[in-house]
Antibody, heavy 118, light 110 residues
Framework: QVQLVQSGAEVEKPGASVKVSCKASGYTFNNYYMHWVRQAPGQGLEWMGW????????KYAQKFQGRVTTTRDTSISTVYMQLSGLTLDDTAVYYC???????????WGQGTLVTVSS | QSALTQPPSASGSPGQSVTISCTGT?????????VSWYQQQSGKAPKLMIYEVTKRPSGVPDRFSGSKSGNTASLTVSGLQAEDEADFYCSSYAGDNNVIFGGGTKLTVL
C-alpha cells in the first residue's frame, strides 16, 4: 500500500537547523510531488512548499523562502526537508504529503515533532 | 497570502447534517476547482475526504459531500455519527504553484 514514513522526533536549540526525512513506498516515486505541511501545537495546517520528485524542482511558501530546503534521493524514494535558523515558533509537527499535481494531499506521513527549546 | 476562512467550530446531533464553509477569493477558491477537504482526528495525521471540490476518494463514506459557489466551498456531513467528531481543514490551489489551507473547523457531535 502507499505509505509515507517520516523520521523521528527532534529537539533543537534556537538558531540551529533540522532535517526531516520522508520515505515513500508502494508507488512510483517519480510520478508525484511531495509537500511539507506543519502544524504548531493547537494550531492549524500551514503549507510550506513542494518538490517535484522527478525533476527536483521546488517551490516554497513566501514565509519560508530562504530558510527551507527540500531535496530528494530517488534511489531510496526519500524526500528531505531542512529548516534553518530555528526559533521557538518553529516548534510544530511537520508532515510530508503526496500530490499528483498541486491538488489533493494523499496520503500523509505520520508527522515528525520538532521541538525548539533553549 | 492569507489563509482561507473557516468557522472555528460547528456542531450537530447524531443523524443531523452539518455544513462547514471555506471562503477564499477570486484568485484561489473562486478561480480553481482544486478545493480539498481533510479530516484530522485527535493526535493523527490529516485524511483526505474530498478533492476537486466534489470528488470522494475510495473508502470515504458518501455521507461526506463537497460543493462550491463563487469564492466559498462547503463540506456537508450528512447523518452525523459520533466518529465524525474531528477537525476539518480545506485547502485550495492558489495559483503560481502555491497552495493555501483554511484555519480549520472543530466539528462536535452533540
Amino acid at each position: 500500500q502507499v505509505q509515507l514514513v517520516q523520521s523521528g522526533a527532534e529537539v533543537e536549540k534556537p538558531g540551529a537547523s533540522v532535517k526531516v526525512s520522508c520515505k515513500a513506498s508502494g508507488y512510483t516515486f517519480n510520478n508525484y510531488y511531495m509537500h511539507w505541511v506543519r502544524q504548531a501545537p493547537g494550531q492549524g495546517l500551514e503549507w510550506m512548499g513542494w518538490i517535484n520528485c522527478d525533476t527536483g524542482a521546488t517551490k516554497y511558501a513566501q514565509k519560508f523562502q530562504g530558510r527551507v530546503t527540500t531535496t530528494r534521493d530517488t534511489s531510496i524514494s526519500t524526500v528531505y526537508m531542512q529548516l534553518s535558523g530555528l526559533t521557538l515558533d518553529d516548534t510544530a509537527v511537520y508532515y510530508c504529503a503526496r500530490t499528483q499535481w498541486l491538488d489533493a494531499f494523499d496520503p500523509w506521513g505520520q508527522g515528525t515533532l520538532v521541538t525548539v527549546s533553549s | 497570502q492569507s489563509a482561507l476562512t473557516q468557522p472555528p467550530s460547528a456542531s450537530g446531533s447524531p443523524g443531523q447534517s452539518v455544513t462547514i464553509s471555506c471562503t477564499g477569493t477570486s484568485s484561489d477558491v473562486g478561480y480553481y476547482n482544486y478545493v480539498s477537504w481533510y479530516q484530522q482526528q485527535s493526535g493523527k495525521a490529516p485524511k483526505l475526504m474530498i478533492y476537486e471540490v466534489t470528488k470522494r476518494p475510495s473508502g470515504v463514506p458518501d455521507r461526506f459531500s463537497g460543493s462550491k459557489s463563487g469564492n466559498t466551498a462547503s463540506l456537508t456531513v450528512s447523518g452525523l455519527q459520533a466518529e465524525d467528531e474531528a477537525d476539518f481543514y480545506c485547502s485550495s490551489y492558489a495559483g503560481d504553484n502555491n497552495v493555501i489551507f483554511g484555519g480549520g473547523t472543530k466539528l462536535t457531535v452533540l
